[in-house]
């Protein structure tokens, strides 16, 4: 499994923490956002606007690649400070 | 303490206020050889965008905020000479005036000292896990990005 | 206070230590327009030059280094945007790990603050009339200027 | 007159921490300079290492005017903060 957190105006604007999805199939992160859309269409949305993305709690591009175990996360562009 | 290599840095995401002098005085506490200390301390200011601004509620992502702002203080040390570095930053309910965040470090030399704690904050607000959700006119609204941010870290890499 | 423009600014050349936090608190104060502080503290160190000092011994000129202070604070303001300024700086008898000076800015972008603080200490180290002789093996001696700190200021003025 | 002062290394070097000078024939720091050194011919060494020069608490060089009445000080590069 591959575990997904949603952070911020993110976690509000779908209504979830986060959820786990079966790593088959599942090799990067833009495949990880797909699989995603493909079980809650209503999600395509916020999946288009500007999003960060971690795995294992390191900021990564949407090519980074993603195996059975991971942690993905993703998240609006950072304000603290 | 701060008396080994390794404990030489101290990262903090807390509910609690700070108190600015402590932390300066654990900085300093047998560091004779760091003449020089830079801090940086920013509060919740009333306005933002012209807009009024009674409180915020600050965010953040457990466990990836004290990774990335690890590697930003590593990232510091590889390029400048540098001492001690803390890093508190506060997460929860805030109100205008509150302490959000501090950033210390020493160096013998006060231009390592003051680029390191420049650039510490400048990564700081794009790449650390922390997200701002203004309270203003009894609205709650998350705050967008700035650009100006993200092109201060940029400066860094060139 | 610092209720006034004219009184946004804060001078002070004095044999008795200071305490940061206080400092800070003075410069925060009513002032919640301002986000971010930036400050500078500079003690005595322990090692100059790979001699091991014990204490330092800081003349002045009175009256033309408050002058000279007030007139380097006048040209920060007329290069950022920035709110307060204190600067303070200690004569007389120290010890080492004793505080020497401080400086701190307040403004609504920590960019400006960080800017002005180091323009302000880099100035200072090469027109406020302070001279430090060192205390050390039993000898005084007065210090030579650093080239490196004339350079910091010519680098201001390109 | 013009009030003359000296600071730090100098004041100990010249044994003085200041002088009266008349001002007849003086119109800059240059002339102030010369006139300390035919009073006190042993203070020339001292004027020849690098020095800092004040009018009325403003650093000058030497090139720079001086009148009846004016403070001149001089003094070694400045090492505080």
Redesign the interface.
């Known amino acids: 499994m591959i575990k997904i957190l949603f952070f911020a105006a993110l976690r509000e604007q779908l209504g979830s923490e986060g959820t786990l999805l079966p790593s088959e199939n599942i090799s990067s992160v833009e495949q990880v956002i797909d699989a995603l859309i493909v079980k809650n269409p209503h999600w395509q949305v916020a999946f288009k606007s500007s999003l960060l993305c971690a795995v294992n709690q390191e900021m990564v591009n949407k090519s980074h690649s993603v195996n059975t175990g991971d942690e993905v996360a993703f998240f609006p562009p950072v304000t603290g400070g | 303490m701060y008396n080994q290599e390794k404990l030489m840095v101290k990262i903090s995401i807390q509910e609690a206020d700070f108190?600015?002098?402590e932390e300066?005085n654990l900085l300093?506490k047998l560091n004779?050889?760091?003449?020089?200390?830079?801090?940086?301390?920013?509060?919740?200011?009333?306005?933002n965008l012209d807009k009024s601004v009674s409180g915020l509620f600050?965010?953040?992502?457990p466990?990836?905020t004290e990774?990335?702002l690890e590697k930003i203080i590593e990232q510091a040390k590889q390029q400048w000479t540098i001492g001690r570095v803390t890093i508190i930053?506060r997460i929860g309910q805030l109100l205008?005036?509150d302490q959000?965040?501090f950033v210390g470090v020493t160096s013998?030399h006060?231009?390592e000292?003051?680029a390191a704690?420049?650039f510490i904050?400048d990564y700081?607000?794009?790449?650390?896990?922390?997200?701002?959700?203004e309270l203003s006119d009894g609205e709650e609204s998350?705050?967008?990005?700035?650009q100006s941010?993200?092109d201060?870290a940029k400066n860094w890499q060139s």
């Open positions: 108190n600015l002098s300066v300093e004779n050889e760091d003449g020089a200390v830079v801090t940086f301390s920013g509060r919740v200011r009333n306005v600050l965010e953040h992502y466990g990836m990774k990335s930053h205008v005036g959000i965040v013998k006060r231009k000292a003051f704690c420049e904050m700081l607000k794009v790449e650390a896990p922390f997200w701002k959700k998350w705050l967008d990005a700035k941010d993200k201060k």
